[in-house]
């Protein structure tokens, strides 16, 4: 039997078999160089509200709401006067028997007959001679941003100091409230870490932060702050901001990034 030299396809394959060993070698090694030092952010899921950072603008005291002076949905800047109301009980009760006396002549003057027509001349005479409607103030934001009319002037009678007439929101800002759960990573929850929310529907993303949190016995109480948010987006909140009956908010989610690591941990780690 012939003890010569291995043949030519003999040695290609053993040629080729020390290459592919060299190369999953060095495929494993790199993989494992990877999980080990390439890090990955660690991400906490909240779902909440998401809708633009807004302001009550209210009246101390007990108010009749007699105009506003500024268009539903229109900007209005700090300090600017948005609203007139009439204070004081007596002037108030006044007002509103006047408002009825000129709503009585209307009608009378739109009705059939001398004598209706005659009866509506009287009540404006007198209606002229009453003297000028006094105790009226203006009523100013201290913010800026979009106003939305929470009341009909007139229509609502006398409110009670405290409630809100108007709301001022600033659109280039947003904010998301809500819980989170009790757990190992919800946990690492801190202020000052970056969050991030996808809106799909608009191809946009907006980045925030982590501004307020307050742990309890099962669940963490979380605030995030959006800034810098693009015309689009503020577009979408303006056209639901004065349409919606409650103003602008969708429910989304978004990422909070509460720290990082290795590839591997988070191999290994998932599920946990």
Not at 232 to 248: C, E, L, N, T
């Amino acid at each position: 039997m012939p003890t010569g030299r291995p043949g030519w396809l003999t040695r290609r394959f053993v040629l080729l078999s020390e290459v592919l060993g060299y190369c999953l070698s060095g495929a494993v090694f790199l993989g494992v160089i990877v999980t080990v030092f390439v890090r990955v952010d660690v991400i906490v899921h909240a779902k909440a509200e998401l809708r633009p950072k807004c302001h009550d603008v209210t009246c101390p005291e007990d108010f009749l709401l007699v105009e506003y002076l500024v268009a539903n949905g229109e900007h209005v800047v700090a300090e600017q006067p948005i609203a007139h109301v009439l204070l004081g009980n007596t002037a108030q009760q006044r007002s509103l028997a006047r408002r009825q006396l000129r709503e009585s002549a209307s009608l009378l003057e739109h009705e059939a007959g001398t004598n209706s027509r005659a009866a509506a001349e009287e009540l404006k005479r007198a209606l002229a001679i009453l003297p000028p409607i006094e105790d009226i103030e203006s009523i100013m934001t201290s913010h800026s941003g979009v106003l939305r009319h929470n009341h009909v002037p007139w229509e609502d009678g006398v409110l009670s100091g405290g409630t809100p007439l108007a709301l001022v929101c600033d659109l280039q800002t947003l904010e998301m409230k809500g819980k989170l759960g009790d757990s190992r990573t919800n946990d690492r929850l801190a202020v000052g870490q970056r969050a991030r929310v996808f809106m799909d529907d608009l191809r946009e993303v907006v980045m925030g932060d982590v501004v307020e949190f307050h742990r309890g016995t099962n669940e963490i109480d979380f605030r995030l702050e959006f800034t810098g948010v693009s015309p689009k987006i503020q577009d979408y909140f303006r056209d639901k901001f004065v349409s919606a009956p409650v103003g602008a908010s969708l429910v989304l989610q978004a990422e909070i990034i509460v720290g990082s690591q290795s590839v591997f941990t988070e191999m290994f780690s998932r599920g946990k």
